[in-house]
């Protein structure tokens, strides 16, 4: 039997890290960090606003040219020394990611365990990238050379606060970028604990700020900030708007990695048992709060009946509760708003006339009353004009949709403004590769939900974001790219004085 994690450690003030130095915020104000599972207070964090970014960005400003100067080999090295310190410590990452998101810990084991590859990968990519030689007519040498951006705002959010933190920091540092970070406020403590171990890595002080405060005044300020090359954010897509516009309004580079509505397709040559298992995983994982949960479980009509009969069966048996739990399977919701949004996604289905197959309720009694705890919930004869079948519930709230046929199935998948993800469920190998290219989704998986690698592309198409995080392309993200063209020919050149019929371009 797995051992409970540890209790974790946290100070009961955390200051903000800027130039190297813990600060407090220029306000003196501070903010309350919440444990869900039981409403407790956390610890307190400084609520920096636009004066903090401003000593941030400049703390950043001026550690980014000596750190873009750095040979890719010592970055590296500061990056690998990293990873390695974050997998000694990753019993404590655990216990304070499970506190302060909910998170069960046999998730968070599991997810954060794979944290440390990321730095290891976008080192090995900074010592390895290659630039490119061009054809280009004539005497000429054209070659391209990649340099860092500069500044980089990294704005995250609460669902997979180190993780998804570390796809973005671990490319923005490896391509030599200072960055100023502005985490979640519901989940700001890993943020500032990887800050931490990046510092005792050899990480100069400057290269990476954390400000840590509300979107609508840190953020807004760190994307409003004259100082900064690139904005990436990861968050809900009319945050994602508001951070494009103004990205826009400066010409400033912008990544967004924004909201989901992934549709699961299960054909009817999969096992139920296996369909069964596969439309769980992909609804529950996190609580549904994931931006590429499985809300729209697309099931052909000939095994409808039976997959739903499975799924409310297994969903009834799941263990719900304490987080800390080894043998919890659901943990609560990340906060009180989340719930609420569940709890109204409930009523709305049911006032669209969708079925309630199993769930709907928040959960209460005991320790249940301290928590923000949410049934796992199930919607049956839902079609897709519905607002549940069409808008982003991000909690343990599901629809099942029915088709008869492949076309059917690509037409209901595309049939939503979000296109972050898709998973493909088929025995038929042709079937799936022709279903998983027709779908307008940035990641599709066959026979597979939610696997992810630092090496592979991630990003969504429509609504769910611009850019992308991981692999060589993400890397290149945090780049601008220069192009030197050189004159190979000793041949004399003057266009005004020689009127003959030369190339001038
Ligand atoms: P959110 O949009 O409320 O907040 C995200 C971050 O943006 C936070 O740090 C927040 O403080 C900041 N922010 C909020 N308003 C801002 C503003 N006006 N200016 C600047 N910054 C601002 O999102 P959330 O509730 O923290 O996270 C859930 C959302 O994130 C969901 O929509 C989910 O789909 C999305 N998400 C997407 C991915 C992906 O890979 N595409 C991954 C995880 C989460």
Redo the contacts with the bound molecule.
Sequence with gaps: MPEKPSQPNIPAYLPMLIGGARRDAASGKRFAVENPANGETLCEVAEGDAADIDAAVAAASAAAPAWAATPPLQRAEILNRAAAILAERMPEFVAVEVAQTGRPVREMRAQLARTPEWYSYFAAVSRTHESGVHPFGGPYLNYTRRMPLGVVGL??????PLL?LTKKLAPALAAGNAVVI?????APITPLMIAEVLAEAGLPDGVCNVVT????T???A??AHEGIDKLD????????R??AA?AGERLTHFSG????KASVVVFDDVLDTEAAAATLFASFIAAG????QGARLLVQNSVRDRVLEMLIERTRALQIGDPTDPTTQIGPMVSEK?LNIAMKYVEIGKQEGATLAVGGNRLTGGDYDKGYYHEPTVFSDVTNDMRIAQE?I?GPVVCVLGFDTEEEAIALANGTDFG?AASVWTRDISRGHRVAQSIDAGIVWVNDHHRIDPASP???FKD??IGK?NGIVCYEGYTKLQSIVVKLSDEPFDWFEDSSDKRYS
Excluded: D, M, Y
């Design positions: 704005v995250t959010p609460w669902n997979h998804i502005k985490p979640s406020e519901v405060g509300f979107g609508p840190a953020g807004a760190l994307c954010l990861t968050g809900g897509t009319e945050t994602g508001r951070v103004l990695e924004l909201g989901g709060q994931t931006c590429v989340q982003e991000f972050l991630w990003g969504g769910s974001g995080e």
